[in-house]
């Protein structure tokens, strides 16, 4: 039975080979990446019975999304769109190392989520699922993505799941003003925040140490948990007056795109497995430096990986 449902946007990531650009590159690799999906991706492979809601054109593109996502796993609740008068939102990746860094070119207006509504996803699942989760990427796409995580979330809470939600500030999409207006709509219906440090200043005005943050955000919206992230720096956790710290793994990075959504998962997968904060922070850092040795946007790990990074593991296994 799903325990966990996602919702969001993905899109078809298009990306040069190392090293190359993309003013000159003769191939682009094709992968699924998307914020809610990755969650949900990562997630499955570490043992949750997990689904991703969205709309698509029914096309080859589309239809190409929804089977390298099911190929991990996860299901989909798909609303099917009319491919003449819809499209696949899409992403140019360029890797860079330093000095360069690492670049996207969005084309996702347009894209068929940004019609959607709530009564074309099959939300009937929310009566024995335990979890929704979806990001500040979704109601920066449209009104009616707006409208429907509003609509999503609250439908959540009101068949008792537990409902996630990741900052995710993207300022290609909008200012910080208008997300910030969007978020605050959202929040009422939140229990547990995850908060990028960045996007906490950005976005929310928000000053102090990650713990200030963190209890900042806690008591004026009321979350139950909130999780802040400091890239680097680790990560902390308040659960009911209680704080959790959590240092990095350390990871030789193949590709960093993804590691937010890994962290998310791991953390909600450790969670949906009966693990208590502490352990769902270890198992979300974990994920996040197994996601940062794979390409592509997901987190293509197993559960043994995650457990032996936790105890200190990595090298040669022959
Ligand atoms: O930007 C968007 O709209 C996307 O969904 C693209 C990416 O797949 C995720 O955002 C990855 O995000 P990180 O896990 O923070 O690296």
Same mark, same amino acid.
Not at 115 to 122: D, K, S
């Given at each position: 039975?799903?325990?966990?449902?996602?919702f969001g946007e993905t899109m078809l990531r298009l990306?040069?080979?190392?090293?190359?650009?993309l003013?000159?590159?003769?191939?682009l690799?094709a992968?699924a990446g998307g914020a809610e999906s990755?969650?949900?991706?990562?997630?499955?492979?570490?043992?949750?019975?997990? !689904?991703?809601?969205s709309k698509l054109p029914d096309s080859?593109l589309g @239809?190409?999304i929804?089977?390298?996502?099911?190929?991990? #796993?996860?299901?989909?609740?798909?609303s099917?769109a009319d491919p003449e008068t819809t499209r696949l939102g899409t992403y140019y990746l360029?890797?860079?190392?330093?000095?360069?860094?690492?670049s996207v070119i969005y084309d996702r207006a347009d894209a068929a989520i940004t019609t959607v509504t709530?009564?074309?996803?099959?939300?009937?699942?929310?009566?024995?699922?335990?979890?929704?989760?979806?990001t500040g990427i979704t109601p920066a796409l449209s009104e009616s993505t707006a409208e429907t995580t509003?609509? *999503?979330?609250?439908? !959540?809470?009101?068949?008792?799941?537990?409902?996630?939600? %990741?900052?995710n500030y993207r300022s290609k999409l909008w200012s910080?003003?208008a997300a910030?207006?969007a978020? &605050?709509?959202?929040? =009422?219906?939140?229990?547990?925040?995850?908060?990028?440090?960045?996007?906490?200043?950005?976005? *929310? %005005?928000?000053?102090?140490?990650? $713990?200030?943050? /963190?209890?900042?955000?806690?008591?004026?919206? %009321?979350?139950?948990? +909130?999780?802040?992230?400091?890239?680097?720096?680790?990560? $902390?956790?308040?659960?009911?007056?209680?704080?959790?710290?959590?240092?990095?793994?350390?990871?030789?990075? +193949?590709?960093?795109?993804?590691?937010?959504?890994?962290?998310?998962? =791991?953390?909600?997968?450790?969670?949906?497995? #009966?693990?208590?904060? /502490?352990?769902?922070?270890?198992?979300?850092?974990?994920?996040?430096?197994?996601? @940062?040795?794979?390409?592509? %946007?997901?987190?293509?790990?197993?559960?043994?990986?995650? &457990?032996?990074?936790?105890?200190?593991?990595?090298? $040669?296994?022959?």
């Amino acid at each position: 039975m799903t325990a966990l449902v996602t919702f969001g946007e993905t899109m078809l990531r298009l990306s040069p080979p190392h090293g190359e650009r993309l003013e000159t590159t003769r191939e682009l690799e094709a992968r699924a990446g998307g914020a809610e999906s990755n969650v949900a991706v990562g997630a499955a492979r570490l043992g949750v019975d997990a !689904a991703w809601f969205s709309k698509l054109p029914d096309s080859p593109l589309g @239809r190409r999304i929804v089977s390298e996502l099911r190929s991990h #796993g996860v299901r989909t609740g798909v609303s099917w769109a009319d491919p003449e008068t819809t499209r696949l939102g899409t992403y140019y990746l360029e890797h860079g190392g330093e000095p360069r860094g690492t670049s996207v070119i969005y084309d996702r207006a347009d894209a068929a989520i940004t019609t959607v509504t709530p009564a074309e996803l099959p939300t009937g699942v929310f009566e024995t699922a335990e979890r929704f989760h979806t990001t500040g990427i979704t109601p920066a796409l449209s009104e009616s993505t707006a409208e429907t995580t509003r609509a *999503l979330l609250r439908a !959540a809470g009101e068949a008792g799941m537990s409902r996630s939600f %990741d900052l995710n500030y993207r300022s290609k999409l909008w200012s910080p003003e208008a997300a910030r207006e969007a978020y &605050e709509e959202l929040f =009422g219906e939140i229990d547990l925040l995850f908060a990028p440090y960045r996007d906490a200043r950005t976005v *929310l %005005d928000r000053e102090g140490k990650a $713990i200030e943050v /963190a209890h900042g955000l806690a008591a004026e919206f %009321d979350f139950e948990t +909130v999780v802040v992230t400091r890239g680097e720096k680790g990560a $902390i956790a308040l659960r009911e007056g209680e704080v959790h710290r959590q240092p990095v793994f350390e990871a030789e990075t +193949v590709d960093a795109i993804g590691t937010g959504d890994a962290f998310v998962a =791991g953390f909600l997968a450790k969670r949906l497995r #009966g693990g208590d904060v /502490a352990d769902a922070l270890e198992w979300a850092a974990a994920t996040a430096a197994l996601k @940062r040795t794979v390409g592509g %946007d997901l987190a293509v790990v197993t559960p043994e990986e995650v &457990e032996a990074v936790v105890d200190g593991g990595g090298g $040669i296994d022959r």
